[in-house]
């Protein structure tokens, strides 16, 4: 079912009458990749390739290379843009690099932990 027909749908619901206060459509843009100062290293690369991961969004490139500098990082994206990879790939980086390194991991919900840990 297209959107609109959903959203229409939804709005010719009696139980659900008056909730839609407003619909806007944006549309889609192409995506923008960004380049990291140092490659990752060829396991990392190789894991997400596996996984369909050629390039790195901007914001996930800017964001490792800020961290990979001991900058302190905040990312605010949309849902499913890829922000994981923007602490799992410097976490698992420095693993790599020394298996002493260690990383604490803090989500508001068990669900997101669970949800971030099968990714891993």
């Known amino acids: 079912m297209k959107t609109t027909n959903f959203i229409h749908h939804l709005k010719g619901q009696r139980f659900y009458k008056g909730q839609i206060a407003h619909v806007e459509r944006i549309p ?3 995506a923008r990749y960004g380049r990291l ?3 990752l290293p060829p396991l990392l690369r190789d894991a997400l390739k596996r996984v369909g991961v ?3 969004y901007t914001h996930q490139a800017q964001a490792i290379n800020a961290v990979r500098e001991g900058h302190n990082v905040v990312v605010a994206t949309s849902t499913a843009s890829g922000k994981t990879l923007c602490y799992n790939l410097p976490v698992l980086e420095a693993i790599i690099t020394d298996w002493r390194a260690r ?3 803090l989500f508001p919900t068990k669900a997101l932990a669970q949800d971030q840990l099968r990714a891993l």
């Open 54 to 56: 050629e390039k790195l």
């Open 28 to 30: 889609a843009r192409r």
């Open 103 to 105: 990383a604490l991991y």
């Open 37 to 39: 100062k140092k490659p």
